[in-house]
């Protein structure tokens, strides 16, 4: 079982950064890759960046791309989402979660362990 919280969200202007964290505990975190999602209000969740479980592989959603960077401590059992350039539309509830696949895949249904989420609000 693998617990995660994060934090660090805020309400930043267009043009802006945030690094947002992930908080997990569990002795098995770092087995997982580990994923950020988004939601906005009245959308989907879906997909922003995923990491390997050792950190070796990055892979992200196109509307991210060169602008958002995702990382990971194992030692620290942490997960990070760097954001910079931040626009009005990456406004959403930002979520961590664990790949139970194993494959650092972007489909929100391989996710198993789940946060609570942290707002990001980007002002125009």
């Known amino acids: 079982q693998v617990q995660l919280v994060e934090s660090g969200g805020g309400l930043v202007q267009a043009g802006g950064s945030l690094r947002v964290s992930c908080a997990a505990s569990g002795r098995t975190f770092r087995m997982y890759p580990m994923g950020w999602f988004r939601q906005a209000p009245g959308k989907e969740r879906e997909f922003v960046a995923t990491i390997s479980w050792n950190g070796g592989n990055t892979d992200y959603a196109e509307s991210v791309k060169a602008r958002f960077t995702i990382s990971r401590d194992n030692a620290k059992s942490m997960v990070w989402l760097q954001m910079n350039s931040l626009k009005p539309e990456d406004t959403a509830v930002y979520y961590c979660?664990?790949?139970?696949?194993?494959?650092?895949?972007?489909?929100?249904?391989?996710?198993?362990?789940w946060g609570q989420g942290t707002q990001v609000t980007v002002s125009s």
């Open positions: 979660a664990a790949d139970k696949t194993l494959r650092a895949s972007r489909r929100v249904e391989d996710y198993v362990y």
